[in-house]
């Protein structure tokens, strides 16, 4: 969700799939449903966030194999 909000309109938008998933925390930010349409802003999600989410889903997907 993060993702397509950053890399195609800089706004949450969610398919039906991504809203049973909702809401959804990582490290005190949580992505619930009445974010839809909303700008993803960078008091939400900064640089430092996007290093650190990386991280860890690299570690995850090391650990899958």
Known sequence: ????SLTHTQHWKFVPRDLKKLP??????TIEAHMQGQEL?????D?????????EMNTFAEGLT
Request: proline residues 0%.
């Open 1 to 4: 969700m993060v993702r397509n």
């Open 24 to 29: 959804v925390s990582w490290r005190g930010k």
């Open 41 to 45: 802003s960078f008091d939400f999600y």
């Open 47 to 55: 640089s430092w966030d996007a290093c650190e989410l990386w991280a």
